[in-house]
T-cell receptor, first 112, second 113 residues
Framework: NAGVTQTPKFQVLKTGQSMTLQCAQD?????MSWYRQDPGMGLRLIHY???????DQGEVPNGYNVSRSTTEDFPLRLLSAAPSQTSVYFC???????????FGQGTRLTVV | AQSVSQHNHHVILSEAASLELGCNYS??????LFWYVQYPGQHLQLLLK??????LVKGIKGFEAEFIKSKFSFNLRKPSVQWSDTAEYFC???????????FGRGTSLIVHP
């Protein structure tokens, strides 16, 4: 049982580059979300999805895009990387709103 | 929308000391509350949760939390910490129309052997 799988684990980007962080879950969860974790800031919600074809913005959506074409996958796209996007990114899924969230192992992104 | 605040950002204890980490949520009514733990270099995992019923909730590894509605609090406790409890602890509440988890800023706990 893989749970929530994120790739890559580490990534270094140059300013202005784009990339996609992958997230997949095998628990058939409706809800999926992306957070970024910065020291002293906790986890801040970037985007979330309540089902295939449905996405919405969280607290810090600027500079990121998401789509949800299947229940399993919820990729996060950085359109034009900036040093302020240096962070650790976590993907999470839950069965529906209000229940326990399951997290991926995280992606540590550095933008130089 | 619901939110949570954690007041202790850094806590340093010696092994066998007792632990209490504060968490307050923003308003009353029906509320689900969670504590998650993040060990160094790892992802978040659930420590315990409160949905309804007994306000004293027991979780993994000897942790417990008490839901006190009158104080809007859900403090995490452990009677005797171990070095292996060194981690970051997050209080969380489902928020907004979709009840996506919203997290506090976290408490970094260091336990000295």
């Amino acid at each position: 049982n893989a749970g929530v799988t994120q790739t890559p684990k580490f990534q270094v980007l140059k300013t202005g580059q784009s990339m996609t962080l992958q997230c997949a879950q095998d628990m058939n969860h409706e809800y999926m979300s992306w957070y970024r974790q910065d020291p002293g800031m906790g986890l801040r919600l970037i985007h979330y999805s309540v089902g295939a074809g449905i996405t919405d913005q969280g607290e810090v959506p600027n500079g990121y895009n998401v789509s949800r074409s299947t229940t399993e996958d919820f990729p996060l796209r950085l359109l034009s990387a900036a040093p302020s996007q240096t962070s650790v990114y976590f993907c999470a899924s839950s069965q529906f709103g209000g229940t326990e969230a399951f997290f991926g192992q995280g992606t540590r992104l550095t933008v130089v | 929308a619901q939110s949570v605040s954690q007041h202790n950002h850094h806590v340093i204890l010696s092994e066998a000391a007792s632990l209490e980490l504060g968490c307050n949520y923003s308003y009353g009514g029906t509320v689900n509350l969670f504590w998650y733990v993040q060990y160094p270099g790892q992802h978040l995992q659930l420590l315990l949760k409160y949905f309804s019923g007994d306000p004293l909730v027991k979780g993994i590894k000897g942790f417990e939390a008490e839901f006190i509605k009158s104080k809007f609090s859900f403090n995490l406790r452990k009677p005797s910490v171990q070095w292996s409890d060194t981690a970051e602890y997050f209080c969380a509440v489902p928020s907004g129309g979709s009840y996506i988890p919203t997290f506090g800023r976290g408490t970094s706990l260091i336990v000295h052997p």
